[in-house]
């Protein structure tokens, strides 16, 4: 079987750096046509479409080539940061430069080459290419952009409406051009900007051909036509809903500034339930929000403060300053009452909720000014537009196929949609009215610019593909429009519902304005939607009709028929896409109510499917609200689930095709499962690159130690007459086939647990190649299990890795003879110094020591949790902070209970007996290390001496590395440097000791 690219190089570093780099880019990117969690980066998904579908090129030059093309090469530039504080910071920032990855150089002509280069190694053939839980659609985006037919499937009918979005209406009309609406051609602001648009110089000309209608209707793609009926619905609703936003002063509204209220349980007061007063909050604008208990103390009078002081002292003290005058009156305990000091716990708070009894009250809008954003307090008008919108809600609504979102919000075993406690039980209580009654308004237009186009005489296929955009828009402007958004005081900026993969309740929000062009209004929204049809037009025209099916992966239904299998699976618990997007679900559902009848199909059961238990189907994740709360039942059905589908996959790929499935790598006993269901599937496991998906939140300093996001797995067909093997021969052939392997990632920069993870893909073809490997020297047939066999495998990757830390003076070490726990302190160390690491890479080492993060931690005396929270990886990679910033619990980050954890020092490192064996063990080296610090550190050379003697340190070559090790891994100046250098200093003018001989009476 001939080996792929991906099987035997891959450009790791571009790939990870271009997929990092592509979070930060915007404009025409899939990911903002319409929100969907956990997308793949497109960067990671061609280099790893490209490099599966071609074949190695055989010699290290043509590989090199190859490679260049796609990921082009590293280069180290000078980028330039403005800080808050507005200085600028110079810092030494890796790029690529050339190849097709980075965002920008997908329409590269080498794209084309790539296309060719892959038509050729199917002998003239359209590879087929088959994701079964596509989501918002990356790796089948990148397939058709290879000119390959791609099957995109999802069970999810949100993500399905996004992949026909993606995939499917691009792809039929690329290339087609129509003339504009003659409301469009009519209208000189949609016709300037058209002009401006296509980059037509004749600015002028354009306006004056305008005004006299004289020019001819230009013919337009799709993107065009999709702006001017974004314009058209932005028009009529404008026309509807516009009093309910009234300028003040002539400055137009960007958003109003809500608390939620409770009634105090003593005093009876409405207590605003503010999380902070901060309006603004950034180094030269800092503006508050004041208060004070009105004069019957029944409530609280508002009032803005434009010129907030700033504290003295150090940043932590200015910082405990901002904290206390921007306090708001919610805390861990709950919300204070101003007037009388009364606490409204939590559970107060929940049960006032439930029974329907939280309120909200405007606390100030915010304005564009001449010099930017502007605070003050509403006018009575403006209260009196929010109160009264709620009279015209069931109106609106009443035209509305399906009426009001009733529909209500499951809740999971994660809690992600943690309003539900607080009553917000039902979509429609995530709005305010008035924020309804505009959305109820938009629905209706977008739904009449339907028969407006059909009026027009467009097509029904342009008639649907303008529509389905227009519904994007949609979205767009209702993860904007909840009280789920939020301001944000540093940026100045609205985030919108899904800021964060949750529905929380927040206690202060932001209703924005949705005329406004500021971010977050309708004009932003299909300014963004029509800039990615234009991409998805240019990215698609290449490849034949996509097949975009709403189904379940269990079900894939082929005969080997595919080429390639590309998939990102959900992974257990990361993500609840179908309790969340049904956020989206419901108004899909009313927006494309009519369209046709495949999406009235898709959308006609009330929310979208999550398990069934009858059929033993439904949505892949490992929730046990699902199972009656239990756990291990959940967990079980799903890695069945997965389990079944590797099956499929296995069936409908053609003989030669290979599955590259990407999976998070949260904890390694999950992964194996996983990976256990591969093989069991009929696959060898060949490869695995690690690639980084996400913006670190680490330091440079330690970036060759970042986690990368995702693993993908690279799978081959396992012959059919492939025969069970012994562990002994497994194990001596992994070991041969990794070495090499192991010194090229070391040579190609590769560190950190990358490393680890580089290496596990190799290692597993000498296991995965028989259906099951037994053990030689146990009866009963006993096998060995993926994680044996892993462990094995990660033993030999950390000796390697730690042989090159060892080796100081750059003579090769064995560190083969290294107990476990400095084996772990050493990785630790040199990977992430002595500064917090995710827990997630600890745990990794831990597992490769045979050890845990848990003993290392109690028993072991090496590991303390910190109270810093690391950047959480969802399965997608999509960074989320790990705190959710509206829990009351959360004011305070608890001592300890961070995912971050770091390394003891020294110092704090001095139990009783550590450093002496006991009668079960001896002591690891690293602890002797230390003892031997305490005891130089109190100043008795004899009692250093006897120790040193008594444990025959100075012949024991691997402690003289390690103190070598440690001398070099520990701050220039520190003490710990200057103790480790004088006992080395000391050891060394002792010389090395004798060789024990044995006496009559024992060693000497
Ligand atoms: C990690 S996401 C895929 C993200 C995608 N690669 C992207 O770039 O957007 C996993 C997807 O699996 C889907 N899914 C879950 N269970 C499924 C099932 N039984 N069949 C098909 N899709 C399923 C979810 O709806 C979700 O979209």
Same mark, same amino acid.
């Given at each position: 079987m001939e080996?792929r690219?991906i099987?035997v190089d891959?450009p790791?570093?571009?790939?990870s750096?271009?997929?990092v780099?592509e979070k930060?880019v915007?404009?025409?990117h899939i990911?903002?046509?319409?929100i969907?969690?956990?997308?793949?980066?497109l960067a990671a998904?061609?280099a790893?479409l490209?490099?599966?579908?071609l074949p190695?090129p055989?010699?290290?030059?043509?590989?090199?080539r190859t490679l260049?093309?796609?990921?082009g090469s590293?280069v180290?530039?000078?980028?330039?940061?403005?800080?808050?504080?507005?200085k600028?910071?110079?810092k030494l920032v890796?790029e690529t430069?050339?190849?097709i990855?980075h965002?920008?150089?997908?329409?590269?002509p080498?794209?084309?080459?790539f296309?060719d280069?892959?038509?050729e190694?199917?002998?003239g053939q359209v590879?087929?290419?088959?994701?079964?839980?596509?989501g918002?659609?990356a790796?089948?985006?990148e397939?058709?952009?290879?000119g390959c037919e791609a099957t995109?499937m999802?069970?999810n009918?949100v993500?399905?409406?996004?992949?026909k979005c993606?995939l499917d209406?691009?792809?039929?009309l690329?290339?087609?051009r129509?003339?504009l609406?003659?409301f469009?051609?009519d209208s000189?602001?949609?016709m300037?900007s058209?002009?401006?648009g296509?980059?037509?110089?004749?600015k002028?000309q354009?306006?004056?051909?305008?005004?006299?209608?004289?020019?001819?209707?230009?013919?337009?793609?799709?993107a065009?036509h999709?702006r001017a009926?974004?314009?058209?619905?932005?028009q009529?609703a404008e026309n509807?809903?516009q009093?309910l936003?009234?300028?003040?002063?002539?400055?137009?509204t960007?958003g109003?500034?809500?608390?939620?209220?409770i009634?105090?349980?003593?005093?009876?007061?409405t207590?605003?339930?503010?999380?902070t007063?901060?309006?603004?909050?950034?180094?030269?604008k800092?503006?508050?929000?004041t208060m004070m208990?009105?004069?019957?103390k029944?409530?609280?009078?508002?009032?803005v403060?434009?010129?907030a002081p700033q504290?003295g002292?150090?940043s932590a003290?200015?910082?405990e300053?901002?904290?206390?005058i921007?306090?708001?009156t919610?805390?861990?305990?709950?919300?204070?009452?101003p007037?009388?000091g009364?606490?409204?716990?939590m559970e107060?708070?929940r049960l006032?909720?439930?029974?329907d009894?939280?309120?909200?009250?405007m606390?100030?809008?915010?304005?564009g000014?001449v010099k930017?954003k502007?605070?003050?307090l509403?006018t009575?008008?403006e209260?009196?537009h929010?109160?009264?919108?709620?009279?015209?809600?069931?109106d609106?609504?009443?035209e509305?196929?399906?009426?009001?979102?009733?529909?209500?919000?499951?809740?999971d075993a994660?809690h992600?949609t943690w309003c539900v406690?607080?009553?917000?039980d039902q979509?429609?209580k995530?709005?305010?009215?008035?924020?309804?009654?505009v959305?109820?308004?938009?629905?209706?237009?977008?739904?009449?610019?339907?028969?407006?186009m059909?009026?027009?005489?467009?097509p029904?296929?342009?008639?649907?593909a303008?529509s389905?955009?227009?519904?994007?828009?949609?979205?767009?402007?209702?993860n904007q429009?909840?009280?789920?958004?939020?301001?944000?005081?540093?940026?100045?900026k609205?985030e919108g519902?899904?800021?964060?993969?949750a529905?929380?309740?927040l206690w202060d929000f932001?209703?924005?304005n949705?005329?406004?062009?500021?971010?977050?209004g309708?004009?932003?929204?299909l300014?963004?939607?029509a800039?990615v049809v234009?991409?998805l037009l240019?990215s698609?025209?290449a490849?034949?009709n996509?097949?975009v099916l709403?189904q379940?992966a269990?079900?894939v239904l082929s005969n080997?028929?595919?080429?390639?299998v590309?998939?990102?699976?959900p992974?257990?618990d990361a993500?609840?896409?179908?309790v969340l997007?049904d956020f989206?679900?419901v108004w899909?559902?009313r927006?494309?109510?009519?369209?046709?009848?495949?999406?009235?199909?898709?959308?006609?059961?009330p929310?979208?499917p999550?398990?069934?238990?009858?059929q033993?189907?439904?949505?892949?994740?490992?929730d046990a609200?699902?199972?009656?709360?239990d756990?291990a039942?959940?967990?079980g059905?799903?890695e069945e689930?997965?389990?079944?589908?590797?099956l499929?996959?296995?069936k409908?790929?053609k003989?030669?095709?290979?599955?590259?499935?990407?999976f998070?790598h949260?904890?390694?006993d999950a992964?194996?499962?996983?990976?256990s269901a591969i093989?069991r599937a009929?696959?060898v496991v060949?490869?695995?690159?690690?690639i980084?998906?996400?913006?670190g939140?680490?330091?440079r /300093?330690?970036s060759s $130690?970042?986690?990368?996001?995702?693993i993908w797995? =690279?799978? #081959? &067909?396992?012959?059919?007459?492939?025969?069970p093997?012994?562990?002994n021969?497994?194990?001596e052939?992994?070991?041969a086939?990794?070495?090499?392997?192991?010194?090229?990632?070391?040579d190609a920069?590769?560190r950190?647990?990358d490393?680890?993870w580089a /290496?596990?893909?190799? $290692?597993?073809?000498?296991?995965s190649?028989?259906p =099951?490997v #037994? &053990?030689?020297?146990?009866?009963?047939n006993?096998?060995m299990?993926?994680s044996?066999?892993l462990r094995q495998v990660?033993r030999i990757?950390?000796n390697?890795?730690?042989?090159?830390?060892?080796?100081?003076?750059?003579?090769?070490?064995d560190?083969?003879?290294?107990?476990?726990v400095?084996?772990?302190?050493l990785l630790?160390?040199?990977?992430?110094g002595m500064?917090d690491a995710?827990?997630?890479?600890?745990?990794?080492?831990?597992?490769?020591?045979?050890?845990?993060?848990?003993s290392?931690?109690?028993?072991?005396?090496?590991l303390q949790?910190?109270g810093?929270?690391a950047v959480?990886?969802?399965?997608?990679?999509?960074?989320?902070a790990?705190?959710?910033?509206?829990?009351p619990e959360?004011d305070?980050e608890e001592?300890g209970t961070?995912?971050?954890?770091?390394?003891k020092?020294?110092?704090?490192?001095n139990r009783k007996?550590?450093?002496?064996?006991?009668?079960?063990?001896?002591?690891p080296?690293i602890?002797?290390?230390?003892?031997?610090?305490h005891l130089?550190?109190a100043?008795?050379?004899?009692?250093?001496?006897?120790y040193?003697?008594a444990?025959?340190?100075?012949r024991?070559?691997?402690?003289?590395?390690?103190?070598q090790a440690?001398?070099e891994?520990?701050?220039?100046?520190s003490e710990?440097?200057?103790l480790?250098?004088?006992?080395?200093?000391?050891?060394?003018?002792r010389?090395?000791?004798?060789?024990?001989?044995?006496?009559?009476?024992?060693t000497?």
């Amino acid at each position: 079987m001939e080996e792929r690219l991906i099987e035997v190089d891959f450009p790791l570093k571009q790939a990870s750096l271009d997929s990092v780099h592509e979070k930060n880019v915007r404009h025409g990117h899939i990911s903002t046509l319409h929100i969907w969690p956990a997308r793949r980066p497109l960067a990671a998904s061609r280099a790893a479409l490209i490099t599966t579908l071609l074949p190695d090129p055989g010699t290290l030059d043509d590989r090199k080539r190859t490679l260049e093309k796609l990921g082009g090469s590293l280069v180290e530039v000078e980028k330039t940061k403005k800080l808050p504080s507005g200085k600028a910071e110079v810092k030494l920032v890796e790029e690529t430069r050339g190849g097709i990855l980075h965002w920008g150089q997908e329409v590269s002509p080498d794209v084309e080459w790539f296309r060719d280069k892959i038509k050729e190694a199917y002998d003239g053939q359209v590879p087929k290419v088959l994701d079964p839980f596509a989501g918002g659609g990356a790796i089948p985006l990148e397939a058709m952009r290879l000119g390959c037919e791609a099957t995109a499937m999802d069970i999810n009918p949100v993500a399905w409406f996004i992949l026909k979005c993606t995939l499917d209406y691009p792809q039929r009309l690329a290339g087609q051009r129509r003339p504009l609406p003659q409301f469009a051609l009519d209208s000189t602001g949609f016709m300037e900007s058209y002009f401006k648009g296509v980059g037509k110089k004749a600015k002028k000309q354009g306006r004056e051909e305008t005004q006299g209608r004289l020019f001819d209707t230009p013919d337009v793609d799709l993107a065009w036509h999709v702006r001017a009926w974004g314009w058209w619905v932005l028009q009529h609703a404008e026309n509807d809903v516009q009093q309910l936003y009234p300028a003040v002063d002539g400055k137009v509204t960007v958003g109003y500034l809500w608390t939620r209220t409770i009634r105090c349980k003593h005093c009876r007061a409405t207590i605003p339930l503010l999380k902070t007063r901060w309006l603004c909050k950034k180094d030269k604008k800092r503006v508050l929000l004041t208060m004070m208990p009105n004069g019957e103390k029944t409530g609280m009078i508002f009032n803005v403060q434009s010129d907030a002081p700033q504290g003295g002292g150090n940043s932590a003290q200015r910082r405990e300053y901002d904290k206390r005058i921007g306090a708001g009156t919610m805390s861990r305990s709950g919300g204070t009452c101003p007037c009388c000091g009364t606490i409204m716990t939590m559970e107060d708070i929940r049960l006032e909720g439930k029974a329907d009894r939280l309120a909200a009250t405007m606390t100030a809008v915010v304005v564009g000014g001449v010099k930017g954003k502007e605070y003050r307090l509403p006018t009575s008008d403006e209260l009196a537009h929010a109160a009264g919108a709620v009279d015209h809600v069931t109106d609106i609504f009443a035209e509305v196929p399906y009426g009001l979102p009733e529909e209500f919000i499951a809740e999971d075993a994660k809690h992600n949609t943690w309003c539900v406690p607080y009553g917000i039980d039902q979509f429609y209580k995530l709005f305010t009215p008035r924020q309804l009654l505009v959305l109820g308004t938009f629905i209706k237009y977008t739904r009449n610019a339907r028969i407006a186009m059909q009026n027009e005489g467009y097509p029904p296929q342009w008639t649907e593909a303008i529509s389905v955009y227009l519904v994007c828009m949609l979205d767009r402007l209702i993860n904007q429009c909840s009280t789920v958004a939020r301001w944000n005081q540093g940026a100045e900026k609205i985030e919108g519902t899904f800021a964060r993969f949750a529905l929380p309740i927040l206690w202060d929000f932001v209703e924005v304005n949705p005329l406004s062009s500021a971010s977050g209004g309708y004009p932003s929204a299909l300014e963004w939607v029509a800039q990615v049809v234009r991409h998805l037009l240019s990215s698609t025209g290449a490849a034949p009709n996509p097949n975009v099916l709403r189904q379940s992966a269990i079900q894939v239904l082929s005969n080997g028929d595919y080429d390639i299998v590309l998939t990102d699976p959900p992974y257990y618990d990361a993500i609840g896409y179908s309790v969340l997007m049904d956020f989206f679900y419901v108004w899909l559902q009313r927006a494309l109510h009519g369209l046709s009848s495949e999406i009235d199909g898709a959308f006609a059961s009330p929310l979208a499917p999550k398990w069934d238990s009858q059929q033993n189907d439904g949505e892949l994740i490992d929730d046990a609200s699902r199972f009656g709360g239990d756990k291990a039942k959940s967990k079980g059905v799903y890695e069945e689930g997965m389990a079944r589908v590797f099956l499929r996959c296995h069936k409908a790929l053609k003989p030669d095709g290979r599955l590259v499935i990407v999976f998070a790598h949260k904890h390694p006993d999950a992964w194996e499962t996983l990976v256990s269901a591969i093989i069991r599937a009929g696959f060898v496991v060949d490869g695995s690159w690690p690639i980084q998906t996400e913006r670190g939140s680490r330091s440079r /300093a330690l970036s060759s $130690a970042a986690l990368s996001s995702s693993i993908w797995l =690279v799978c #081959k &067909k396992r012959s059919p007459i492939a025969r069970p093997g012994w562990d002994n021969q497994v194990l001596e052939e992994m070991e041969a086939n990794i070495a090499t392997r192991l010194r090229d990632f070391w040579d190609a920069g590769i560190r950190g647990p990358d490393f680890v993870w580089a /290496a596990t893909g190799p $290692a597993m073809e000498a296991y995965s190649k028989h259906p =099951v490997v #037994k &053990k030689a020297d146990a009866a009963n047939n006993e096998v060995m299990t993926v994680s044996e066999f892993l462990r094995q495998v990660r033993r030999i990757v950390v000796n390697f890795v730690v042989g090159r830390v060892l080796s100081t003076d750059g003579d090769e070490r064995d560190a083969s003879e290294l107990d476990s726990v400095t084996t772990y302190y050493l990785l630790h160390r040199h990977d992430f110094g002595m500064a917090d690491a995710p827990i997630g890479a600890c745990i990794l080492y831990a597992v490769s020591c045979n050890l845990s993060d848990r003993s290392l931690a109690d028993q072991y005396d090496i590991l303390q949790k910190t109270g810093g929270k690391a950047v959480q990886e969802d399965e997608g990679g999509e960074e989320l902070a790990s705190d959710d910033a509206e829990t009351p619990e959360d004011d305070d980050e608890e001592e300890g209970t961070g995912s971050v954890v770091k390394l003891k020092t020294w110092q704090q490192r001095n139990r009783k007996g550590m450093g002496y064996d006991t009668e079960s063990r001896s002591s690891p080296l690293i602890d002797q290390v230390h003892r031997l610090m305490h005891l130089w550190k109190a100043g008795d050379v004899n009692k250093v001496n006897d120790y040193i003697d008594a444990r025959g340190l100075r012949r024991n070559a691997l402690f003289i590395h390690l103190l070598q090790a440690l001398i070099e891994s520990a701050a220039a100046g520190s003490e710990e440097r200057a103790l480790l250098e004088s006992i080395s200093n000391h050891m060394a003018a002792r010389g090395t000791a004798p060789v024990a001989q044995p006496t009559l009476f024992g060693t000497k």
